[in-house]
């Protein structure tokens, strides 16, 4: 039988084994990524916005799109979701997501998966997190529209990267074909496209600024009811603007 000492070992070593990673937890007692470039992320956000998310979440359901390591999976469980799905198209982080939710004790299913395929889960589900993945979308506001269309029953809490200034410009519901200046707006919403790298990760391929996210999560059909933390938006599924006809 193993001491607590060689137990803490054996978990160090895997967690050195199934490095790198994004997420720094702690598990029994060991961080996986104490040097994290971000501070003890993503524990630093989490704090921000958990108290905006029910504390109970008996009988609910919960999808965690790009899960990660499974950082907010684990927390959805902690506060006792009857079942949670995580998916990545990462087959490394669902590796240590399968490992992270082990060594915590909680039960989560996960699917190696991209947000392009959610049609495949064949469900709705009472929550779903979307926490930063918009940015690395090539195609951000098609995976809001497929998000809407197939997965979110109620909630969605979305978390994105934005750039560019923090106003959001009034818009009204049209402009004449003449009219140019309200393009040039700080407020006016903007996604910018990153052709190369940013932070380098050629992955980061659209970041919006505030006005462009809350455009977007609009124009998909949610409705926002609170932004607890800049980058963090709690929303529900209303009724989209108009339609959009999906692929």
Known sequence: MMSKTQDIAQIERQIRALA????????AGVETAPEHFLGNYPSVKWA??????????????????????????????RRGASRVVGIDSDPHYLRQAEFAAGISGVEVEFHEM?????????????????MGVLYHLRH???ALDLIYEWVAADMLVCQAMQRGSGEVEPMAEDY??????VFDAPGAPKLHFVEH??????????????????????????????????????????????????P
């Open 20 to 27: 790198p990673w994004f997420h720094n937890m702690t598990l």
């Open 176 to 181: 004449p074909f003449s009219e140019t200046a």
């Open 48 to 77: 921000h916005f958990r108290d905006a998310l029910p504390q109970d979440l008996t009988g609910r359901t919960v999808l965690d799109i790009g899960c990660n390591a499974g950082f907010f999976s684990i927390e959805m469980k």
């Open 140 to 142: 951000p506001l098609l």
């Open 114 to 130: 991209s947000v392009y395929e959610l049609a495949r889960l064949g469900e709705r589900f009472d929550i779903v997190l979307f």
């Open 197 to 246: 790298r940013y932070a380098e990760d050629p992955t980061n391929w659209w970041i919006p600024n505030r006005a462009c996210m809350e455009a977007m999560l609009r124009s998909a059909g949610f409705v926002i009811e609170a932004r607890p933390e800049p980058e963090v938006y709690i929303c529900r599924r209303g009724n989209r603007p108009y339609e959009v006809e999906l």
